[in-house]
Nanobody, 125 residues
Framework: QVQLVESGGGLVQPGGSLRLSCAAS????????MGWYRQAPGKERELVAV???????TYGEAVKGRFTISRDRRGNPAYLQMNSLKPEDTAVYYC???????????????????WGQGTQVTVSS
């Protein structure tokens, strides 16, 4: 069973930056795609960003231009650089991965089967 582990969450002020990391708990594991979803209280889960094996990326509309996803050459770990953070970015951020080959745009509606436990990001003065 593949498990993902996130790190880097915390409390930041509006306009600040934060970088999240995600890695598989099992060594030697690689994925076709890795990405991030987030869920705030009372809201539905939404795609933040995803990156495919070849470097193609898809971002959620709410974070486009502010967040950047990247990954190691082997595809693991993955990183999410978050800049110009806003209070509405406050949520639990979950790492997600998929071994299946499919367009990164499809992650808007269908997540991969592997998940992390989540890391809390709070943006507040």
């Amino acid at each position: 069973q593949v498990q993902l582990v996130e790190s880097g969450g915390g409390l930041v002020q509006p306009g600040g930056s934060l970088r999240l990391s995600c890695a598989a708990s099992t060594s030697g594991v690689s994925f076709h795609a890795m990405g991030w979803y987030r869920q705030a209280p009372g809201k539905e889960r939404e795609l933040v960003a995803v990156i495919g094996r070849g470097g193609a990326t898809t971002y959620g509309e709410a974070v486009k231009g502010r967040f950047t996803i990247s990954r190691d050459r082997r595809g693991n770990p993955a990183y999410l650089q978050m800049n110009s953070l806003k209070p509405e970015d406050t949520a639990v951020y979950y790492c997600n991965a998929d071994n299946r080959v499919r367009p990164t745009t499809s992650f808007t509606n269908y997540a991969g089967p592997y998940w992390g436990q989540g890391t809390q990001v709070t943006v507040s003065s």
